[in-house]
């Protein structure tokens, strides 16, 4: 298994999961360090991992990350893409440059990824797994141009699903809430403070519980093995998608009754 941002975050999660499962496991990342730090606890337990420094910007790191992983372990069963970053700013504040760099690592850094991936996981008959968010399905506001660069991860993981899920490839959608970090009381005080109070909170304020990493982990592998399309967590913002898609000012008014 690849996991593109396995070194930090759900990306670590998923790789102690996958562990724990006897995988062979790959984790990609820009820094060795916090890659050795992901590494080391697995390998202790006994888990067969490599690690690589890759940039998923990148064209030509994503297909010598590829190359390295085909040398290493000769075949492909998942790809977990966990990379990425998140954002504040009001949207008019929001620059053009500032789209294009969000995106080219949220949504073009899935797309390197998978087409470099596909022949291998065609081949295995694999997974593909988009760690989207709940803004994948719909935006809020102050999150400057992170709503604009998960939005696409749910048109791309269709598409796979459409033209090679008859194929064999099993591609996985995950949108989850606010997931719990060290850091999050503090995280965005400095971008985010002359945006309003909900930008400062995680999940851009949206009144739900934050995600123990693990669990949600767990709940991703468990998705690849029932081959499910997508995985919403917590499961009641299908609520608020369904109603948006029924009335997009009806969608807006319940946005800013959930949002703290």
């Known amino acids: 298994m690849l996991i593109p941002g396995g070194s930090l975050g759900l990306g670590r ?15 990609a990342a820009r ?3 916090s890659l050795d730090a992901a590494a080391k606890p697995l390998r202790k ?4 991992v490599a690690t690589f420094v890759a940039d998923l910007t990148s064209d030509s790191e994503v297909e010598h990350l590829f190359a390295q992983v085909r040398q290493r372990f000769g075949r492909l069963d998942a790809l977990i893409q966990c990379a990425g970053r998140s954002s504040r700013g009001k949207i008019l504040d929001t620059s053009a440059a500032d789209f294009q760099s969000m995106w080219n690592l949220n949504f073009l850094g899935a797309v390197r990824c998978v087409r470099a991936a596909a022949p291998l996981l065609l081949n295995s008959r694999g997974h593909v797994v988009l760690i989207g968010s709940l803004a994948s399905k719909t935006a809020a506001p102050s999150l400057g ?3 604009a660069s998960k939005f696409p ?6 598409q796979l699903r459409l033209e ?3 194929q064999g490839l099993h591609a996985l959608l995950v949108c989850p809430g606010p997931i719990a970090r060290e850091d ?3 995280r965005y005080e400095e971008i985010a403070a002359d945006l309003p109070e909900s930008a400062r909170l995680p999940g851009g304020g949206a009144k739900v519980k934050a995600i123990e990493p693990n669990w949600l982990a767990e709940q991703i592998l468990i998705a690849c093995e029932k081959r499910k399309p997508e995985l919403i967590v917590p499961a009641k913002a299908r609520l608020l998608f369904v109603a948006s898609q029924i009335s997009a000012r009806l969608g807006d008014w319940l946005l800013r009754k959930n949002i703290k």
């Open 31 to 33: 820094g060795k360090e």
């Open 45 to 48: 337990a006994g888990c067969d």
């Open 145 to 147: 141009p992170y709503p």
């Open 164 to 166: 090679l899920g008859p």
């Open 184 to 186: 999050s009381g503090v």
């Open 13 to 27: 999660a998923v790789a102690g999961c996958c562990a724990k499962r006897g995988a062979r496991i790959a984790l």
């Open 153 to 158: 991860l749910a048109a791309y993981a269709q």
